[in-house]
């Protein structure tokens, strides 16, 4: 047997591994994660991540406040989450350490650069002592490495300056890493050569301290921690690396093709929605025209006139801008346009945590507009599932004639996951019929055109501004059913707010039937919204091998509730509802259904894992 058989020997096979790549925001822990994930996806494994950033733009340099994170769960089955707890930390540096460390499974692995652990940086991160030394480390697997020296070894006679080459020593520690956990090298090195392309010095030090830390695994005789994941049995089809915010973005796109109107995006940058506004950007060829607008009420003002001149008009934001597009919002309402408002919701109240997740947006998407401005609503469950929900809300907003609410949340909009491409063609035609003429005699017998004449949805006529003889006003003062005229009749008031909220229930007719998974006949009902859908379903498949009868219900659709939903929850024993928040959706479903639900809740900044929730509904059933 050769020395090469003799290794690969000893690689153990495992079902899953959790990496967490932890150090300083300019350490490049989310370069480093999202290279693992992609040879990851590369190698089939199925996978899931949690990319976790500082909310300050640049926190003193070794302190807590500046740690970046980025954790990666790859298995050979069917995954869901980021995982509970990971068995890998890689700490670049002591705040790295004291920050993650609590997070790692007991009894896991430790990956250590350890010439940042010298005085001045354990004073930064509040150690009294240095945790290699003082057995804060005793009861994990440690593995250390001169990462910063050993990569300017490695650099110093291709010319690079030392400080420079300083900046590659994540490429040694994702070498070293993708060296134990038999990730292919080939992927690492092509994006190298590809992203820094022309840039032959940083090329060359990002290679050679890949290469280094790949070799260090090798010959600091770690083959006894080296571990593999098999490829994951997935169905066959073309599959891509996707975050939430990238799925959303190609969800609007593919429902503008299908129904063939084009979008126009006014939006004002805003932390973790951005990067819906970045994506579109690039898009122009498919009709996608973007505007960074000056403030957030310019942007959805902006969007409502696109609406009005025959475009599907989406604005983007997070919470603190939904609360200042609630004029326009109500405006919309009054206008009945076409219109998708995403709010990709973070922590808060006011700033809040920016870069921490939170779904705690339900009521004000909900409720928040004066008067009687009832809106659908409208959440995605992935990062793949963003596309879905995109495009159900588009579909919606175009057939009824409404403006839409979308709720993603920083947990989706920066996560990833594998995901199948959809067959373009299976995706079902939403396509519009614009008002092409008069449809209305008047009291002189004259043909014009009537902009409330509804449909069988009770959706107005969709008219384009210039088109010949179907000249036509709307606005926010209360406009009269059919004619458009303006109106201050209490009658014509009272029926004008009763045909919004009747259109806006309508929709509910259009709804799929809703799936219990699990035991549908259950006593105990999980109901989830949101993202809590991968915690929640692996938390159902655990408690159904420990023997529990449990069902899970996931909602889509918010407002309206879908028909079905009454019947579903009547004679249980328990409803839990886990939300990131204090129990929204749970004081929604009590008043509706006078159901008894129980709240499972969680405002800390981060998503759920499976393992808390099965704890906590285990404490509830009893």
Not at 419 to 425: A, G, I, K, S, T
């Amino acid at each position: 047997m050769t020395n090469t058989d003799e290794r690969l020997a000893e690689i153990r096979e495992v079902d899953r591994i959790i990496v967490r790549f932890a150090g300083d925001s300019g350490d490049g822990m989310q370069l480093t994660g999202d290279r693992f994930t992609s040879a990851s996806a590369l190698s089939g494994n199925d996978l899931a991540t949690l990319p976790e950033f500082p909310a300050e733009i640049r926190a003193p340099a070794g302190t807590l406040a500046g740690v970046s994170a980025f954790q990666v769960h790859i298995s050979d089955h069917d995954i869901h989450t980021h995982g509970d707890a990971p068995n890998v930390l890689v700490a670049m540096n002591p705040a790295a350490m004291k920050s993650d460390l609590p997070k790692l499974e007991s009894g896991g692995t430790v990956i250590v650069n350890t010439d940042a652990f010298e005085e001045r940086n354990l004073t930064k991160a509040a150690y009294d002592s240095n945790p290699l030394e003082d057995g804060t480390l005793d009861g994990y697997s440690v593995i250390t490495a001169p990462m910063t020296a050993l990569t300017k070894e490695v650099c110093k006679d291709l010319g690079v300056k030392p400080r420079d080459a300083e900046r590659s020593k994540n490429f040694f520690a994702l070498g070293l890493v993708s060296w134990l956990y038999t990730r292919p090298t080939e992927p690492t090195m092509h994006w190298i050569r590809e992203k820094f392309a022309g840039k032959d010095l940083v090329i060359a030090a990002n290679e050679a301290a890949f290469k280094a830390g790949h070799a260090f695994g090798e010959t600091a005789e770690l083959s006894a921690s080296r571990l593999a994941v098999r490829p994951a049995e997935l169905p066959a089809g073309t599959y891509t690396n996707i975050n939430g915010n990238t799925a959303l973005s190609w969800g609007l796109i593919a429902a503008s093709q299908k129904a063939g109107v084009p979008i126009f995006l006014g939006s004002y940058p805003i932390t973790p929605a951005s990067d819906i506004l970045h994506e579109l950007a690039k898009h122009k060829n498919f009709g996608v025209r973007t505007l960074q607008a000056e403030d957030e009420i310019a942007a959805i003002g902006s969007a409502l006139g696109a609406a009005y001149g025959g475009h599907l008009g989406v604005t983007t934001t997070s919470g603190p801008g939904v609360a200042l597009k609630g004029e326009t919002m109500g405006l919309a309402v009054s206008l009945e346009l076409p219109l998708v408002i995403v709010d990709v919701q973070r922590g808060g109240p006011s700033t809040g945590l920016p870069t921490k997740t939170e779904a705690a947006d339900l009521m004000m998407a909900r409720y928040g507009r004066h008067g009687e401005a009832p809106l659908p609503i409208v959440s995605a469950n992935s990062p793949s599932d963003c596309f879905r929900a995109a495009f159900e809300a588009v579909r919606i907003a175009l057939r009824y004639r409404t403006p839409v609410i979308l709720l993603s949340d920083g947990y989706l909009a920066n996560g990833t996951e594998p995901w199948r491409l959809p067959d373009v063609d299976s995706l079902p035609d939403i396509s519009v019929d614009f008002a092409a003429g008069p449809n209305a005699l008047n009291e002189d017998g004259e043909h014009v055109f009537w902009p409330y004449i509804r449909n069988e949805d009770l959706a107005r006529s969709w008219a384009i501004p210039g088109t010949d003889d179907i000249m036509h006003r709307i606005g926010g003062i209360e406009k009269e059913d059919g004619t458009g005229n303006i109106s201050y009749d209490p009658e014509n008031h009272g029926a004008m707010v009763d045909i919004r909220e009747e259109r806006i229930q309508k929709i509910a007719e259009s709804y799929p039937s809703l799936e219990v998974v699990g035991v549908p006949d259950a006593d105990v009902l999980l109901v989830g919204w949101g993202s809590t859908w991968g915690a929640i379903t692996g938390a159902v498949g655990r408690l159904q091998r420990a023997g529990r009868s449990v069902g899970h219900v996931h909602l889509r659709n918010l407002y309206p509730f879908p028909n079905d939903l009454g019947e579903i929850l009547k004679n249980r024993e328990h409803v839990i509802v886990p939300e990131m928040n204090l129990g929204q959706l749970t004081a929604l479903l009590r008043a509706e259904y006078l159901v008894d639900a129980t709240v499972i809740s969680k405002v800390t900044g981060q998503p759920f894992t499976a393992g808390e929730l099965v704890t906590q509904i285990e404490e509830i059933v009893g």
